[in-house]
């Protein structure tokens, strides 16, 4: 079987990579896995470590796009480059489709809508019948009902989902009525991952003091942390 896993592996949330990479592991059982990055750049680039490979002014301009509803904008952007095509073959060619790892579904202000994102891959799937599962996401908080209900019509579009947290699952069950079935509450895959057992383990607590109020920017802080 050859899967297409669409994961935050372009995010620079190191939790967000571990789940990603945890997802690949346990796809990998069942047969070939390509993968595809639901932020930032969707293809991912050979020879280039999967944390942070987006760049962070891309996301910054793709997010400001989107809430000034232009995405005609960015649409037309992947077309001269080719990243609609690339996504759309390596969809085609594929057993299925796996959507999953970290909230990928809210909304913290009343402009965007990031049902739109989601929606961007399952039209492809669908437009090559591929079936699309959701596996280990959350969604949530949405500031409109509109939102909310935009991001439950591309949900109630796959055919299999499982929630990492009750919340998620709540929200998505009480706001929907089409999906019966393959609903289904399930936990975070990264605290099934095998711990390494050494043979003596020093426990510390660690507290971070690194905002986004200190630095403004990604490269000014990863910067400072080399020195």
């Known amino acids: 079987m050859k899967s297409v896993l669409i994961s935050f592996f372009n995010s620079r949330n190191i939790g967000d990579i571990s789940l990603s990479n945890m997802l690949k592991e346990m796809l990998e059982k069942y ?26 002014i891309k996301r910054n301009l793709y997010v400001f796009f989107r809430k000034a509803k232009l995405d005609w ?7 001269i480059k080719g990243t609609d095509k690339e996504i759309e073959d390596i969809i085609k060619d594929c057993d299925c489709v796996i959507i999953g790892g970290g909230n990928m579904l809210f909304d913290t202000d009343v402009f965007s809508v990031s049902a739109l994102h989601f929606k961007m891959f399952v039209d492809i799937a669908k437009k090559y019948k591929k ?14 009902q509109t939102q909310l209900e935009a991001a439950i019509e591309q949900l109630e579009r796959c055919d299999s989902i499982t929630f990492r947290d009750r919340y998620s699952y709540e929200l998505f069950c009480m706001n929907q009525e089409k999906m019966k079935n393959n ?23 660690g507290v971070c003091i690194i905002t986004d109020e200190i630095f ?4 000014k802080r990863d910067n400072w942390l080399e020195k």
């Open 31 to 56: 047969g070939t896995v390509e993968t595809l990055s639901f932020s930032g750049n969707a293809i991912l680039e050979e020879g280039k470590e999967d944390f942070g490979q987006g760049s962070h």
């Open 73 to 79: 904008v960015v649409k037309l952007y992947r077309r």
């Open 131 to 144: 079936p699309v599962f959701a596996i280990s996401i959350g969604i949530g908080p949405f500031r409109l």
């Open 183 to 205: 609903v289904y509450l399930s936990i975070d895959p990264v605290f099934t991952k095998k711990i390494i057992e050494e043979e003596k383990v020093d426990y510390a607590i």
């Open 216 to 219: 403004k920017e990604y490269n």
